[in-house]
């Protein structure tokens, strides 16, 4: 029997996490300012870090949606014509909401007053699908490659239109031929993105935890069957109910689909 395993959850419900955690650290006094009460819990000291910190859980949450519609639908889309435009505007979607989610995860970081910000962020910057989105989506012609400190030399890129139709995108520098699966590459983008947002979580629950005993043991649960998933030992789907479902699964088995909406 095919086990089911939606990765993606856990990026789509820690993200309403975070929200929530915000919405409870900030009551809404008409006497303050929400800067003037987060500042003791997750570093928000002016107006300016109160909009990017609002816009930072929008776009976490606007660009989970279009990672669904990619795994979902891939590069075709949801059309029954084989339209190449189609693949380079969904191509160049995929990879920019990408970009835009890890910055959005970045901001969130730097507001948890971490003492390793910059290695965080390395962690994001070097992965091998935000690298391709350098290549394909941005800076296509003058690529620098900033992991090798020691060249400063730019190539231009050239995406073989071809491969498009599969699940392998090919590209090429001059005579030089790569290649990323970019299903594989955006899930090791998502384990990744997964445990940094997990980081967020886990900072707003102590928060939590110095203000509300209570509150803190509630939300227990739920970061232990997080720290099991990242650590590889279960699947997690969220029922209506709000009950975990957790079962061991060998990420090496090849009867595992990927589920991708409500479990009926």
Same mark, same amino acid.
């Given at each position: @029997?095919?086990?089911?395993?939606?990765?993606?959850? !856990?990026?789509?419900?820690?993200?309403?996490? !975070?929200?929530?955690?915000?919405?409870?650290?900030?009551?809404?006094?008409?006497?303050? @300012?929400?800067?003037?009460?987060?500042?003791?819990?997750?570093?928000?000291?002016?107006?300016?870090?109160?909009?990017?910190?609002?816009?930072?859980?929008?776009?976490?949450?606007?660009?989970?949606?279009?990672?669904?519609?990619?795994?979902?639908?891939?590069?075709?889309?949801?059309?029954?014509?084989?339209?190449?435009?189609?693949?380079?505007?969904?191509? %160049?979607?995929?990879?920019?909401?990408?970009?835009?989610?890890?910055?959005?995860?970045?901001?969130?970081?730097?507001?948890?007053?971490?003492?390793?910000?910059?290695?965080?962020?390395?962690?994001?910057?070097?992965?091998?699908?935000?690298?391709?989105?350098?290549?394909?989506?941005?800076?296509?012609?003058?690529?620098?490659?900033?992991?090798?400190?020691?060249?400063?030399?730019?190539?231009? %890129?050239?995406?073989?239109? @071809?491969?498009?139709?599969?699940?392998?995108?090919?590209?090429?520098?001059? *005579?030089?031929?790569?290649?990323?699966?970019?299903?594989?590459?955006?899930?090791?983008?998502?384990?990744?993105?997964?445990?940094?947002?997990?980081?967020?979580?886990?900072?707003?629950?102590?928060?939590?935890? *110095?203000?509300?005993?209570?509150?803190?043991?509630?939300?227990?649960?739920?970061?232990?069957?997080?720290?099991?998933?990242?650590?590889?030992?279960? %699947?997690?789907?969220?029922?209506?109910?709000?009950?975990?479902?957790?079962?061991? !699964?060998?990420?090496?088995?090849? *009867?595992?689909?990927? %589920?991708?909406?409500?479990?009926?």
């Amino acid at each position: @029997m095919c086990k089911t395993i939606n990765t993606w959850s !856990i990026i789509t419900i820690c993200g309403a996490k !975070i929200r929530s955690y915000i919405n409870t650290l900030y009551p809404g006094s008409n006497e303050k @300012m929400p800067w003037d009460i987060l500042d003791k819990y997750f570093s928000i000291k002016t107006d300016s870090d109160w909009n990017m910190l609002c816009s930072a859980m929008d776009l976490l949450e606007d660009t989970e949606c279009a990672k669904e519609n990619y795994l979902k639908f891939g590069l075709s889309g949801p059309t029954k014509y084989n339209e190449v435009g189609e693949k380079y505007l969904r191509l %160049y979607g995929i990879l920019n909401a990408i970009y835009l989610q890890k910055d959005a995860i970045i901001s969130l970081l730097k507001y948890c007053d971490l003492p390793n910000i910059k290695k965080e962020k390395e962690f994001i910057e070097n992965i091998k699908i935000v690298k391709f989105r350098h290549i394909a989506g941005s800076h296509t012609l003058n690529y620098k490659d900033y992991s090798n400190k020691n060249s400063s030399n730019k190539n231009s %890129y050239l995406i073989t239109r @071809m491969s498009l139709d599969y699940g392998t995108i090919s590209f090429r520098s001059g *005579d030089k031929f790569e290649e990323i699966n970019l299903k594989e590459a955006l899930f090791e983008y998502n384990k990744l993105i997964g445990e940094k947002i997990f980081i967020i979580v886990k900072f707003l629950v102590k928060s939590l935890q *110095d203000i509300d005993i209570e509150v803190y043991e509630k939300e227990k649960v739920f970061l232990d069957h997080c720290s099991n998933y990242f650590n590889g030992k279960v %699947y997690t789907i969220i029922e209506e109910n709000g009950i975990w479902n957790v079962g061991d !699964i060998n990420f090496n088995e090849v *009867d595992i689909e990927i %589920y991708e909406g409500e479990k009926s």
